[in-house]
């Protein structure tokens, strides 16, 4: 069954460096998106990607945050100076351009910041 | 109360039960999806049950849909060791995003 890759599956960074976290949505995917989850707490919306752009973003998604789509097949979350409450799992979804579909998540990305 | 949260907040039962958990949401939504986490792993989906629907099964899994009550329960019959996860409920409002509750952590003992 088709699925969704996430690299790295964790890493420990510094404060203050740039993290780009990566993804590959299942091919056929049109709506990609990055949650988060931290440590024992909910997991949450950060922002959602259409059509080359942003959809929607929450507030947790400023200016430190951005999503790009380099190429056919990678999806990256870059967080730009990271700090030490951006410590957490971060898990990339995708689902088809149908409204209301199933969202497939991956196996997240475990961010330590030190 | 949050838009999903589910009840209770950590259950535990022997092999073989039955294990049910419930999730309550707050605004009217398109569909409602469970998802089921092991420690510190990925959001393994479930089952997805429509606004219109009352109730879908999966295997040894069932969800109801109560859109009057907005509230929906995912059953899980004849658990196993290997059921023991955490699950969530995860409401999609505007068919673009998913709002998790906090899950339940199920505990199956052997």
């Known amino acids: 069954e088709p699925e969704v890759t996430q690299t790295p599956s964790h890493q420990v960074t510094q404060m203050g460096q740039e993290v780009i976290l990566r993804c590959v949505p299942i091919s056929n995917h049109l709506y990609f998106y990055w949650y988060r989850q931290i440590l024992g707490q909910k997991v949450e919306f950060l922002v959602s990607f259409y059509n080359n752009e942003i959809s929607e973003k929450s507030e947790i998604f400023d200016d430190q945050f951005s999503v790009e789509r380099p190429d056919g097949s990678n999806f990256t979350l870059k967080i730009r100076s990271t700090k030490l409450e951006d410590s957490a799992m971060y898990f990339c979804?995708?689902?088809?351009?149908?409204?209301?579909?199933?969202?497939?998540f991956g196996e997240g990305s475990w961010l330590t910041v030190v | 109360s949050q838009q999903g949260e589910e009840d209770p907040q950590a259950l535990s039962i022997q092999e073989g039960e039955n294990a049910t958990m419930n999730c309550s949401y707050k605004?009217?939504?398109?569909?409602l999806q469970w998802y089921r986490q092991n420690s510190g792993r990925g959001l393994v989906h479930l089952i997805l049950i429509r606004s219109n629907e009352r109730e879908k099964h999966s295997g040894r899994l069932r969800v109801t849909l109560d859109t009057s009550k907005k509230s929906s329960s995912l059953l899980i019959t004849a658990s196993r060791a290997a059921d023991t996860a955490s699950y969530f409920c995860a409401t999609d409002v505007r068919y673009s995003t998913l709002t998790f509750g906090k899950g339940t952590m199920l505990l199956v003992s052997p």
């Open positions: 979804a995708s689902r088809t351009d149908v409204a209301g579909n199933t969202i497939y």
């Open positions: 605004t009217s939504i398109n569909n």
